[in-house]
């Protein structure tokens, strides 16, 4: 079975704190994604990546960077977390021109600003 | 713009049928999926179509017609375990998964 894990659960903040977050998938997938879930909204797209040290920007990437170092992990950084950006946290991975580029997803990180 | 289109919220009664429809305005089709989130959970994948017709695995169906933009989620013989929100998400022509805000599903006895 495919395991996307995500370095933690819960995760609690003070503004302008630096904020990683990290996920880790052992199937070997090429693709790793970042995405962020509000309530009444659907999953929205942070940032990919198609390979190691390669990102793209996805539809809201403002005050996010993210680091793909190595194939099987994928960090989200928040370089000065605000209170706007709690929420919750999704990494997914999926195959390179795999069957329907089906994503699997981690627990997720519910994250607070305060 | 990209739109997904589904009802925030659906009551069910155990053992019933209940219909969950999307509708989707994108830029391109590569296909159409279905993911199952219980509170607290992550999505997990249901079901993916690409061509118009009725794809069935068990208790669960997904239907697809292209020329509607429109996609329904049948769940049969519904049980208590099956109360969670469904997500209907869109693969764009960059193949991008363009993502409805997802419809919570709530089993009664």
């Known amino acids: 079975d495919v395991k996307v894990t995500q370095s933690s659960r819960y995760l609690v903040k003070r503004t302008g704190e630096k904020v990683f977050l990290e996920c880790v998938q052992d199937?070997?997938?090429?693709?790793m994604f970042w995405y962020r879930q509000d309530p009444g909204l659907g999953l929205r797209l942070i940032y990919f990546s198609y390979d190691v040290k390669m990102k793209e920007k996805g539809d809201i990437p403002e005050g996010y960077s993210v680091s793909r170092e190595k194939k099987e992990r994928f960090s989200l950084i928040l370089e000065s977390a605000s209170t706007n950006q709690t929420s919750m946290y999704l990494c997914?991975?999926?195959?390179?021109?795999?069957?329907?580029?089906?994503?699997?997803f981690g627990p997720g990180t519910r994250l607070t600003v305060t | 713009g990209q739109n997904i289109d589904q009802p925030t919220e659906m009551t069910a009664t155990e053992g019933a049928i209940v219909q969950i429809n999307c509708t989707y305005q994108t830029s391109g089709f590569n296909g159409l999926f279905w993911y199952q989130q219980h509170a607290g959970e992550a999505p997990t994948f249901l079901s993916y179509?690409?061509l118009d017709g009725l794809e069935e695995k068990g208790r669960f169906s997904s239907f697809l017609s292209r020329s509607k933009g429109y996609s329904y989620l049948l769940l049969k013989e519904l049980q208590m375990k099956d109360s969670a929100s469904y997500l209907c998400?869109?693969?764009?022509?960059?193949?991008?998964?363009?993502w409805g805000a997802g419809t919570k599903l709530i089993i009664k006895p």
């Open positions: 997914a991975s999926s195959l390179r021109g795999g069957r329907l580029n089906e994503q699997y």
């Open positions: 199937m070997d997938h090429e693709n």
């Open positions: 998400a869109v693969m764009d022509s960059n193949y991008q998964l363009i």
């Open positions: 179509n690409v």
